[in-house]
Nanobody, 122 residues
Framework: VQLQASGGGLVQAGGSLTLSCAASGRTINNYNIGWFRQAPGKEREFVARISSSGSTSYADSVKGRFTISRDNAKKTHYLQMNNLKPEDTAVYYC?????????????????WGQGTLVTVSS
């Protein structure tokens, strides 16, 4: 399984941005896909995940503002981010896991894409 994240950039507070995660691998549609982020000087933290069946979960800090989705035909996964805040500034990573356990813990994810930087200006 290989993952490649894209779509980061500079946006003003209150703006929107959509991140994409292109995946490869024959069984990728059976994997859960997640997004994590890492701000400077901070630990990588869970943002959102979508299961292979389409169930979603979000960190409290982004609930109601971010939406995770997947297009299995395109093997691409999205993170729609609305009403962005300066504290959302971070490098965002997409990740894949074959099981659904402990999905809020980065150690539970076995596959990682390279990060894409999101900067939100105030």
């Amino acid at each position: 399984v290989q993952l490649q994240a894209s779509g980061g950039g500079l946006v003003q507070a209150g703006g929107s941005l959509t991140l994409s995660c292109a995946a490869s691998g024959r069984t990728i549609n059976n994997y859960n896909i997640g997004w994590f982020r890492q701000a400077p000087g901070k630990e990588r933290e869970f943002v959102a995940r979508i299961s292979s069946s389409g169930s979603t979960s979000y960190a409290d800090s982004v609930k109601g503002r971010f939406t995770i989705s997947r297009d299995n035909a395109k093997k691409t996964h999205y993170l729609q981010m609305n009403n962005l805040k300066p504290e959302d500034t971070a490098v965002y990573y997409c990740a894949g896991q074959s099981t659904g356990v402990r999905f809020q813990e980065k150690s539970a994810w076995g596959y990682w894409g390279q990060g894409t930087l999101v900067t939100v200006s105030s």
